[in-house]
Structures are given as C-alpha cells and as structure tokens.
C-alpha cells in the first residue's frame, strides 16, 4: 500500500511539473508571437546650420511616411499616430525651425518663408535617407509638401491630406484679417494677428472650435504650443509666416497641375468643423485627383486629437492597399 501511495504521489508530481513545463512554453510562444512596436526616437539633425529635431521609429528599409506638422504645433501633435504607424512603416515627423525643439534663428539669421521651410525640410529629407516617402501634410505642411512634391515628383509615392489647402475655396472668412496684413504689412495690421491668432485663448480655439467633444481633448495640446509661441522673438516669426502665406495661393494652379500629372494615390481626411480650412477647401481635390480615398470627418481642425483611430486605420488601409 505504501509503494502504491509513493507511485501515485510520484505520478502526480510528475503530472504538475509537466503542466507547469507546458505553461511556461506556452507564455514564451506567445511573447515571442507579439511583437511590440519599436519605440519612437527623438533625434537631432544639423540641416542647413539649422539643428532639425525629429520624431522617428520603425524599421528604416520599410515604406516611409513623412508627417508634416501645422501651425502653431510641432511634431507633437504626432505624438499617437507614430506608434500606430511604426509597426508596420518607418515613419519620420520633422519640427520646422521656429516651431517645436528645432532651432529658432532671429529673423535677421534666416528667412521666414514657405519657400525657405520646403527647403529645409526636403534638405533635411535627404539628409536622414528618405529617398521615397507617402507625405502626411496637414495646415503649413501643407503648402511646404507640395512644394517639395512638385520639385521631387518622383519621390512621392502618396499623400494623406489632412486639412491641408490648395484651392482659393479653402480660404475663407477665417482669413480676411491675414489678406489685410498680406495687402499691407503695417503695425495695425500685425497687432490684429498678434493680439487675435497668438495668444492661449486662440490656440486653444484652434484645438476645440468645431470638435463633437471639447472635454475630449487634452489641454496639454495648447499648453505645449504656447509655450513655444511664448518663446522672446517667436510671435515675430509667426507674424513673417503669416504674411509668407500669401505666397501660396499663387502656386495653386502649379500644385493642381502635379495632382493631375502625377495622380499620386491620395487619402484625404478632413474635420468639418475647421473655421480656418473649411470643407469648401475639401471638395476640389476630388477634381484633380482621380486616386482619392475621400473622407469627411465630424471633428475639427486638429483631426487626430478626436478621431486619431479612425485615421489611423484610414491610413494603414491605405498604404496597404497602394504599397
């Protein structure tokens, strides 16, 4: 009886470490199975004696999607997309001096133009390796992607607008005091932007204003921005940018003319409830572009901060279906 009880405490002893064995492998299979995504790296260039700062992750021999931020954000506003992004493509998202943890020359140290920043940011391209890129341009990445779009057609394998304007349908009542200063660049005119556009009050506006949820959005959005706008010197330099836009309308005709040419496949998303880009400015890429993934949004002018993960899988699907 004895030896019988010692076999079948032996077999169940046997029995448990076999179990906890198979446990064990089992737990390693699946660690191994999930891959977790790459974490995003806060990096430094120097461009052009400017030092760029930049958001990167992913696996850098994967289809590369460029994230270009708007006014008066940074990279930042980049800051959830990139992980849902990096896992599958390698993603960079650069700050133009004046905005974010680039460099912020004087005005008498470097041009302030639209022209100047599309440089820079296809220098800074080309510098870091990006030899073929979909371009996410949103608000100012806007006007500085497509110059660099037409310059570099071939380099261009998407787009993904985000209430980003090339049509004079996208600008509207929102813009009549900047075509004042754009008429005359007087002191009046530039107090009207500085007092309207620069402070706490208008940066928050721009994040909420046309949102289905303003509690949704985080405050750490227009704390961060103003704090940058905050900055000696740099509501001057947003002054210079705002009068540099009206440089942009007259190149419409040329960026409507490399939408039909080149037919990049486009996903455009665009919140509705954007005063500054209305939806009028939506609706006319759907004449020039023939490969457009078309979608209106029920958010605002920051689109990401309500709907990041409808847009997110907007944009996998996207790439999945045109890389």
């Known amino acids: 009886m004895n030896t019988l009880i010692k076999l079948t405490t032996r077999n169940n002893s046997l029995k448990s470490s076999l179990i906890t064995a198979a446990s064990v492998l089992m737990f390693s299979f699946a660690s191994i199975s999930h891959v977790e995504a790459a974490?995003?790296?806060?990096?430094?260039?120097k461009v052009q004696n400017q030092d760029v700062f930049y958001r990167e992750a992913g696996i850098?021999?994967?289809?590369?999607?460029?994230l270009l931020h708007g006014f008066p954000t940074s990279s930042h506003m980049y800051r959830d997309l990139i992980p849902k992004l990096s896992e599958e493509y390698h993603v960079i998202a650069p700050d133009y001096p004046g905005f974010g943890n680039s460099s912020m020359p004087a005005l008498n140290e470097f041009e302030y133009s639209f022209d100047n920043l599309a440089k820079i940011t296809d220098a800074f391209l080309e510098k870091v390796g990006a030899e073929e890129y979909t371009m996410y341009?949103?608000?100012?990445?806007?006007p500085i992607g497509f110059r660099i779009a037409v310059a570099h057609p071939e380099r261009v394998q998407g787009l993904i607008i985000q209430n980003g304007n090339a049509y004079d349908e996208g600008l509207r009542d929102f813009w009549l005091p900047i075509k004042a200063f754009w008429e005359d660049k007087s002191p009046a005119n530039a107090k009207v932007l500085k007092d309207n556009l620069l402070t706490i009050g208008a940066t928050e506006w721009q994040y909420t204003n046309g949102t289905r949820n303003k509690e949704a959005i985080s405050p750490d959005n227009w704390i961060t921005d103003q704090a940058?706008?905050?900055?000696?010197?740099?509501?001057?330099i947003q002054l210079e940018l705002f009068y540099s836009y009206g440089t942009n309308p007259?190149?419409?005709?040329?960026?409507?003319?490399?939408?039909?040419?080149h037919q990049p496949p486009t996903l455009l998303?665009?919140?509705?409830?954007?005063?500054?880009?209305?939806?009028?400015?939506?609706?006319?890429?759907?004449?020039?572009?023939?490969?457009?993934?078309?979608?209106?949004?029920?958010?605002?002018?920051?689109?990401?901060?309500?709907?990041?993960e409808v847009m997110a899988n907007h944009i996998l699907r996207f790439m999945k279906k045109h890389n």
Not at 228 to 236: A, I
């Open 39 to 45: 974490p995003t790296l806060h990096k430094m260039l």
């Open 60 to 66: 850098e021999h994967k289809k590369t999607i460029v």
């Open 137 to 142: 341009v949103m608000d100012y990445g806007a």
């Open 228 to 236: 940058k706008l905050d900055r000696p010197g740099n509501k001057e």
């Open 250 to 261: 007259a190149l419409y005709p040329e960026w409507q003319a490399y939408f039909r040419e």
């Open 269 to 308: 998303m665009w919140g509705k409830g954007d005063y500054i880009f209305p939806e009028e400015g939506a609706h006319p890429y759907k004449r020039d572009l023939k490969n457009i993934d078309f979608n209106i949004l029920d958010t605002g002018h920051f689109a990401l901060e309500e709907d990041g």
